[in-house]
């Protein structure tokens, strides 16, 4: 049974930095990619950062050369590194993963999510 358990939000004034956790389980092997995604109020999800088993790494225009997404693979956790935070940024952070064993990303699980506030 894979599960992700996301932590480390909260609230922020804007320029400062958080760093988000992601842990997973009930992977053998580290799955093809994994994800950030956030969710703000009145708005669609949307997919900020992705990171493939390869190591390449994806960022949406929005919070590229402010967020990095990173991975232990030891510890079988993802993070993501919010510097810059802007009161856009605001929003509910679920982190995603792939099915054990497949090949493409196609994100099938989710975590429960994590609030971000940034205040101006």
């Known amino acids: 049974q894979v599960q992700l358990v996301e932590s480390g939000g909260g609230s922020v004034q804007a320029g400062g930095s958080l760093r988000l956790s992601c842990a997973a389980s009930?992977?053998?092997?580290?799955?093809?990619?994994m994800g950030w995604f956030r969710q703000a109020p009145g708005k669609e999800r949307e997919e900020v950062a992705r990171?493939?088993?390869?190591?390449?790494?994806w960022y949406d225009g929005s919070v590229s050369g402010r967020f990095t997404i990173s991975q232990d693979n030891a510890k079988n956790i993802l993070y993501l590194e919010m510097n810059s935070l802007r009161p856009e940024d605001t929003a509910i952070y679920f982190c995603?993963?792939?099915?054990?064993?497949?090949?493409?990303?196609?994100?099938?699980?989710w975590g429960q999510g994590t609030q971000v506030t940034v205040s101006s």
């Open positions: 995603a993963a792939g099915a054990p064993g497949s090949l493409s990303c196609t994100y099938r699980y």
């Open positions: 990171r493939y088993v390869d190591g390449r790494r």
């Open positions: 009930g992977y053998t092997h580290s799955p093809y990619c």
